[in-house]
């Protein structure tokens, strides 16, 4: 092997969390050795990597997933679990959107927003997946402001056809829904969904198998071969392909030249308490997925064993916090004051990929090399619409990722330095206008 084709880092197992904790099964797939030949190899085995086989396999193409550590080992199996109807960027895409479609845009984002929940369902339905799929939503307000948003957004969504869906509350309502007094209202989903990420990006990786792909672990890309017959290299061995999928979000140094200063990343913190027995039912009876409508939130659920997981923050910087236990019990209190002290059994970190206008970045590297990246913290979803939008692409089916593909992103020169700090006083600013909402 070419020296200068050296792993940067040791391959990693899973983080300690409560999600590697509740496996259903630990993956064990073997590590890439010598030649292999595909039609579509995919860098990166989260949501984006492995949805998008799931998809490109149900078409009859022959896949390949080749991933650094363990299939699930990134954000995809370390985050909060609520599948949101939200793209994150919605209004920047609207914007930029209008000029390549029309007056279609609004119909168009909006059915999007929907797309991914549809995708996990049916697939957690056909393979069988255990993963804990529930349904309920509170997207909670914290202030007046916070409950014109959620008014307009109800509004909306009446406008739409969501009918009893979603609902209204007011501040005697969330007395039924949450034992916490901390909010003035919040609108119900009962269309939005929550989950245990690692067995439901497990489970599809099995389904995946199952339709003939091919899975690598402790294989991490070391280049990509451009050309009429493309491929990529790791320590141990070469896939050739007829084409390649590029899907590290923000752990992949790949393809520096077009990528650098596209992407950064934001660290993002999550604890797990003691399993809470009753009291669980208590402070939150119906089960459902919380989070507040602060730009940078608290978000949290209960988990089946009746665990609170509960994240917020995000630490900008792209460094990882040493105490998250010390950071979130705090916000843990303050929304519960139940639980002053509660144990902490779980706590952990893990960096999401933030994009400047929060639209997903996707696009071509070359003529049969892509990539797909950058869903700012609402991943669950939307990995899972881009992996259809780039199933469709790579067989030969442009329409909306074409429409993706057109937004404009702004790339920072020296991202590598510039980029974090950058992030972190873009997230002051919007930190500091908020408190003026
Ligand atoms: C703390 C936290 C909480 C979150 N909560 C939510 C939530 O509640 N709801 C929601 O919708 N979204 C949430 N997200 C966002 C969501 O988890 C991500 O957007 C989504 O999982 C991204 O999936 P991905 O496959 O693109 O990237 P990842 O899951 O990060 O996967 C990328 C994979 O590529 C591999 N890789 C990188 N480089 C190479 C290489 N050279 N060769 C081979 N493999 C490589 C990595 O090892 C990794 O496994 C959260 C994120 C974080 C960090």
Redesign the pocket.
């Known amino acids: 092997m070419n020296a200068a084709l050296q792993p940067a880092t040791a391959a990693a197992e899973r983080c300690k969390s409560y999600y590697s904790a509740t496996l259903n099964e630990e993956t064990n797939y073997p590590t890439l050795q010598g030649q292999v030949s595909v039609d579509v190899v995919i860098?990166?085995?989260?949501?984006?990597?492995?949805a998008s086989a799931v998809e490109l396999a149900e078409r009859g193409l022959k896949v390949a997933i080749?991933?650094?550590?363990?299939?699930?080992?990134?954000?995809?199996?370390?985050?909060?679990?609520?599948?949101?109807g939200s793209l994150s960027g919605d209004e920047a895409m609207r914007k930029q959107m209008r000029n390549s479609i029309g007056e279609e845009v609004d119909d168009f984002i909006w059915h999007l927003r929907w797309r991914g929940h549809d995708i996990i369902k049916n697939r957690v339905e056909k393979y069988g997946i255990q993963c804990d799929l529930k349904h309920g939503h509170l997207h909670a307000a914290m202030k007046p402001s916070h409950m014109d948003e959620l008014k307009s957004a109800y509004e909306e969504a009446q406008r739409r056809g969501m009918g009893d869906q979603v609902s209204l509350l007011d501040r005697d309502d969330m007395r039924q829904h949450l034992g916490s007094e901390l909010y003035l209202g919040a609108v119900k989903n009962t269309r939005n969904m929550h989950l245990h990420?690692l067995n439901l990006c497990i489970g599809e990786a099995k389904a995946a198998e199952s339709l003939g792909a091919l899975i690598f672990e402790h294989?991490?890309?070391?280049e990509i071969v451009h050309g009429a017959n493309p491929a990529v290299i790791?320590a141990h061995g070469r896939i050739d392909a007829k084409q390649v999928l590029l899907?590290?979000?923000?752990?992949?140094?790949?393809e520096p030249k077009k990528l650098k200063g596209k992407i950064f990343p934001a660290?993002?913190?999550?604890v797990t308490t003691k399993p809470l027995g009753e009291l669980a039912k208590q402070l939150n009876p119906q089960d459902l997925a919380v989070y507040d409508c602060r730009f940078v939130l608290d978000?949290y659920r209960m988990t089946a064993d009746g665990r609170l997981l509960f994240?917020g923050g995000?630490n900008y910087s792209g460094r990882d916090s040493r105490d998250i236990a010390g950071e979130l019990l705090p916000c843990i209190e303050r929304t519960f004051p139940q639980l002053k002290g509660v144990q902490i059994d779980f706590q952990w970190?893990?960096?999401?990929?933030i994009v400047v206008n929060r639209i997903p970045q996707l696009g071509k590297l070359s003529d049969n090399v892509w990539y797909?990246?950058g869903?700012?913290?609402?991943?669950?979803?939307?990995?899972h619409i881009m992996g259809e939008i780039m199933a469709n692409a790579l067989t030969g089916t442009l329409g909306h990722y074409d429409t993706f593909a057109a937004c404009k992103h702004i790339k920072v020169p020296m991202g590598d330095i510039f980029g974090n700090p950058m992030l972190a006083a873009g997230m002051w600013y919007y930190q500091m206008m908020e408190k003026l909402r």
């Open positions: 860098i990166g085995g989260g949501f984006t990597g492995v080749v991933e650094s550590n363990k299939i699930g080992w990134g954000a995809t199996g370390r985050n909060g679990g609520q599948v949101t990420p294989s991490e890309v070391l790791t899907a590290g979000d923000v752990y992949h140094k790949l660290m993002g913190g999550i978000y994240g995000a970190s893990c960096a999401m990929g797909c990246q869903y700012s913290g609402h991943g669950i979803a939307t990995t």
